[in-house]
């Protein structure tokens, strides 16, 4: 991921150059979009200098009492639907980072637009997709950014949009650059913390006794999330980069041209960096050397917000509700989707918590 050999630039691409990508291929416009996921260098550095400003350690802090504040919201509406079977994707794992993320680039309390970005955003990651549903999706998100970026420049506010205009009026990102960024600062900022949601929250309900030590307090909520970042990547693939060069790895060629990408899933779990690794085990050591949120110069710079809402999220679900319940003893479907490692939905049913016992084992 930090090989400087390796580009993530497109134009490096010897199957696109060879005209072996065909325009129909509904992927390809994500693979091409000219944001800083896609860039190497200096141009890559100036795309991402704005976007990085935003999510700094310094600047998320603060927005942790907003956080809190957000997952008490959703968590009170579910208490009045304690005993039933919920799908907590969609009441609580999604509407947490969809909302951060909104208020984050400023998206107006429309709950129509916050849907739409949702839509879109599942759109680009999914397989399934006809390669008409990806043209129809490549026009729509951007025009729906454009809608955003109009709304902020009548209505400057803190935000990152506001920010992004203004690296625009500087003459550091030019328009188009200011909307294929926010598409993937969307996209990036709840698809994938979603997946971290659900994953810990499965994982801690599959060993009750290490549940049990966080509620307790004999464990930190900073390991339940480090350690399913490691067991349960919320991002299977990174985004595609390209050899520049004939690339040799454990005795075999990648020759130059070649389309790579890095199975963050498999990096969690491979038992010569992780012994044990199939294990989930808060104790073990060295759950943060995980690779979950890449690394080298395209390290996600959405992580420290990501770890956040995740301690936030669990800490107060579970105090809340320490006996959830998993509805169901299969494992859970999860979506076809390459790039994200995402629970489809996830069944629930929430109890309040009772006086001194302890979170009961599933069935
Ligand atoms: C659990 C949550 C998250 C995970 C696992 C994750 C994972 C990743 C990974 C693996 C990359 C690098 C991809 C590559 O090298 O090809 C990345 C980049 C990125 N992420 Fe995240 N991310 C998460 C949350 C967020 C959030 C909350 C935001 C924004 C608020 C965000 C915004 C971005 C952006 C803008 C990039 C592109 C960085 C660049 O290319 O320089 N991510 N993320």
Known sequence: MADPSISKDAANWKDLHDGWVPDTWPQKPFFLAQNLLNADGDRHARLRGPVQRAFTTTRVRPLRTRIEAITDALLDRLEARAGEVIDLKQEFSLPLPMTVICELIGVPDDAAMREQFHR?????????????????????????????????????????????????????????????????????????????LNSAVLALRQHPDQLRQLLDGDMTWERAVQETLR????????????????????????????????????TGRCPHSFPGADQFDLARSDSHRNLSFGYGAHRCPGAALAVAEAEI???????????????????PPRTAAPGVNSISELPVILRPAAQDTPPHQDR
């Open 120 to 196: 879109l955003s599942a759109n680009v990651l999914r397989i399934e997709i006809t390669p008409e549903e990806s043209q129809q999706t490549w026009q729509e998100f951007p025009a729906a950014l454009q809608r955003l970026v109009d709304l902020k420049r009548a209505e400057p506010g803190e935000d990152l949009t506001t920010d992004l205009i203004a690296a625009c009026d500087a003459g550091t990102l030019s328009p188009e650059e200011v909307v294929a960024n926010l598409l993937i600062v969307v996209l990036g900022g709840h698809e994938t913390t979603v997946n971290l």
């Open 231 to 266: 067991y349960d990547a919320p991002v299977r693939f990174t985004m595609p980069r390209y050899t520049t060069v004939d690339l040799e790895v454990e005795g075999r060629v990648i020759p130059k041209g070649a389309l790579v990408i890095v199975p963050i899933t498999s």
């Open 313 to 331: 999220a669990l800490a107060r679900l579970f105090t809340r509700f320490p006996d959830l319940q998993l509805a169901s003893d299969q494992a």
